[in-house]
Nanobody
């Protein structure tokens, strides 16, 4: 059974930083693309970032977070990270970690491409 669990959310002032973590079990983590999504109150869930199993340069970001957020992964620990710097009030949202099916190594911007989701972790940025 696949489990995806996020942590690291919280309340931070504008300009501050947070690091989200996501641990996935029950899948072959190093053979699976992973992504972060977020959903602000009253808005649809949106894709934020994704990374291929090899991580590094094989990572992609929505324009609104480029240069501020960094996705990374530690395949030995089955853990995905999202380092968020220079946070803005508009980054306030529930952040979700998602995993594609094992063996699906390409990044996807589409929610329907991800089979496994965490429960979310709340990020609130005050002005």
């Amino acid at each position: 059974q696949v489990q995806v669990v996020e942590s690291g959310g919280g309340l931070v002032q504008a300009g501050g930083s947070l690091r989200l973590s996501c641990t996935a079990s029950g899948l072959t983590f190093d053979n699976t693309a992973m992504g972060w999504f977020r959903q602000a109150p009253g808005k649809e869930r949106e894709w934020v970032s994704c990374t291929r199993p090899s991580g590094g340069n094989n990572s992609y970001y929505v324009d609104s977070v480029k240069g501020r957020f960094t996705i990374s992964r530690d395949n030995a620990k089955n853990t995905l990270y999202l380092q968020m710097n220079s946070l803005k009030p508009e980054d306030t949202a529930m952040y979700y970690c998602a995993a594609r099916p094992t063996g699906y190594m390409a990044c996807s911007f589409s929610q329907s491409s991800y089979n496994y989701w965490g429960q979310g972790t709340q990020v609130t940025v005050s002005s």
